[in-house]
């Protein structure tokens, strides 16, 4: 059988396999091929915020006369928050059932935010950013709000401009596609880099925390999410949520960047046959604010920091960690790693000083081998899932 006529899905598995075997063996190729892991998510971050700037300006200047839109999109920002509440609460259940203690590293670089207020402040800055700014750095709330602003202005263009734009934002779509079918090979890089340079030996330390991290997560995955679904929908939700792991997850496990995985989900959202006019806003949306991995890395290891020190964890303080590790992981980076440098926010809850904060950071940068992808890939994964939901759901017009 010709390999290359298989699904997408088995040729990254087959990548997957080939890139740690490579970065087992032979460390030193393992670093050179990474180079077309880096290439393959610089082009994904490269074509995604003008894909979603084209996309969304061209889907609200073009779109039909229906009501609901405004509704569906609020709807589905009320379930990311939801979702990432519920998840933070997972994370303290897990961490209250399994206590786990931290052998403290040297402290990372970086500069936590102070206050929640500040996280939140960023993303409102965030929305009113220069548009072309926001395209070259990659700001993607700024991308949607000047998509959103021009396509309700270019409703009143003539038809031939939007035509055109339309035309436009297709182009670029199938420059997405190119890029996506380039992911065989691009993830074949980043493992074999990620085998080559990290290996195994470094979460030997770690392996019970990194197992609490990714059983959390496997609950929001498998459990949260689908009850969420089925209380939305009234339907079985299995066969969406894990189409949606396979074709969004497996991506995001290996790119650990919401970002990079924004084409890879508006894709998947077209193929699931989900409404232009709520997925080409809420992907965007759910890349920057839907962060239920994220909130549960937050809340895991501040109170792994708290049961090192010997600071016991009440039950309000523990609520109150799941309401402030929500908040600020929707203004979580959508890079790697961009949810660690919050959790010195979050410590600040117990007391525990910035230094040992920020030990606390490196660890995480240990095992976000592990953590990170698969924080990522439920992140971006449950973007698609709740909007396939919302968009499914038999509310009354």
Not at 118 to 125: E, G, I
Not at 289 to 296: D, E, K, T
Not at 303 to 309: G, H, I, K, W
Request: hydrophobic residues 55%; contains cysteine; charged residues 10%.
């Amino acid at each position: 059988m010709n390999p290359l006529r298989w699904g997408l899905v088995p040729q990254i598995l087959v990548g997957v396999v080939l890139g740690a075997f490579l970065g087992a063996l032979v460390p030193g190729a393992g670093e050179a091929v990474g180079l077309l892991g880096r290439l393959f998510v610089g082009m994904l971050k490269a074509v995604a915020p003008l894909l979603v700037l084209l996309l969304v300006m061209s889907a609200i200047a073009n779109r039909h006369e229906r009501g609901g839109d405004a509704r569906r999109t609020f709807l589905t920002l009320l379930l990311y928050l939801a979702g990432t509440v519920c998840a933070a609460l997972v994370g303290v259940l897990l961490s209250f059932a399994f206590p786990q203690t931290l052998v403290l590293v040297a402290a990372a670089e970086g500069s936590p935010p102070a206050a929640v207020g500040s996280v939140l402040a960023d993303v409102l800055f965030k929305l009113v950013d220069n548009p072309v700014r926001a395209l070259l750095e990659g700001n993607f709330l700024g991308c949607l709000t000047w998509a959103v602003l021009l396509g309700i202005s270019f409703r009143r263009a003539p038809a031939s401009f939007r035509e055109h734009l339309e035309t436009l934002a297709g182009g670029v779509s199938d420059v997405v596609r190119y890029v996506i079918r380039l992911a065989p090979v691009g993830i074949f890089g980043l493992v074999a880099y990620a085998v080559a340079t990290t290996g195994i030996s470094a979460l030997a330390d770690y392996a019970t925390l990194a197992l609490l991290l990714v059983s959390a997560m496997l609950v929001v995955a498998l459990l949260v999410n689908p009850l969420i679904v089925l209380l939305v929908t009234q339907r079985n939700p299995y066969p969406v949520v894990l189409r949606c792991l396979e074709e969004s997850g497996i991506t995001a496990f290996f790119t650990r960047s919401s970002a990079a995985n924004i084409p890879v989900n508006l894709a998947l959202a077209k193929k699931l046959g989900i409404s232009e006019e709520l997925y080409s806003v809420t992907i965007p949306i759910g890349a920057t604010v839907n962060m239920a991995g994220a909130a549960i890395t937050i809340t895991t290891l501040t109170l792994a920091a708290a049961n090192t020190l010997g600071i016991e964890a009440s039950l309000a303080s523990a609520l109150v960690l799941c309401v402030v590790s929500a908040l600020a992981a929707c203004g979580a980076s959508g890079v790697p790693s961009g949810s660690l440098l919050l959790i010195p926010l979050a410590c600040s809850l117990f007391g525990i000083p910035l230094d040992v904060a920020m030990q606390v950071v490196a660890v995480g940068f240990v095992i976000s081998v592990i953590q990170d992808s698969a924080e990522t890939a439920l992140n971006s994964s449950t973007d698609v899932v709740y909007t396939w939901a919302v968009d499914n759901a038999p509310l009354r017009q």
